[in-house]
């Protein structure tokens, strides 16, 4: 009876865990992030895949930390696994100094490609304007939510 049990308990693990795979196809991602050409020490990048006539379900959205040198890693389904292969809205987020307390959230128009079989780099470069805008953005919504 034991045996039964090992083995059912085995099955339900491998069925729920999907055995680490992902169900789409990822690639490497890194790069670094700048504004006004200095390196930004601190912050996250979020790449979320834009949806097209063939996939409207876009999968879950990639995340890397930003280090204190503007290096990031991208992970989707763990840490460091990279990003979902596809095109790719980016956004920067982090807290400047002399900044008020709340985020900094910086949606970039630019539209980043994630190549499968490929370790791609990008150089995320932003200006003051950048900040500033999402800086601004960011005020906006906090008011239209009473706070």
């Known amino acids: ?9 085995l099955l339900f693990c491998l069925i729920f865990t ?13 790069g670094t992030v700048r504004v006004d050409g200095q390196t930004l020490s601190g912050g ?10 063939k996939n409207k379900n876009v999968g879950k959205a990639g995340y890397g ?10 992970g989707t389904f763990a ?11 980016v956004m920067v987020n982090c807290q400047l100094e002399g900044q008020n307390p ?5 949606g970039l128009e630019r539209k980043f490609t994630v190549v499968a079989g ?8 932003l200006t003051s304007e950048d900040v500033a805008r999402g800086a601004e953005n960011e005020r906006r919504f906090q008011e239209s939510r009473g706070g």
């Open 18 to 30: 999907g055995c680490n795979s992902s169900p789409y196809p990822l690639a490497p991602v890194s």
């Open 118 to 125: 490929e370790d791609n780099v990008f150089e995320i470069d």
């Open 44 to 53: 996250s990048v979020v790449f979320r895949r834009i949806a097209d006539d």
């Open 1 to 9: 009876m034991t045996n039964y049990r090992v083995t059912y308990w």
């Open 102 to 106: 709340s985020l900094v959230k910086i």
């Open 79 to 89: 840490n460091t696994d990279g990003g979902i292969v596809g095109d790719h809205h």
């Open 65 to 74: 930390e930003i280090k204190s040198d503007g290096t990031f890693v991208l």
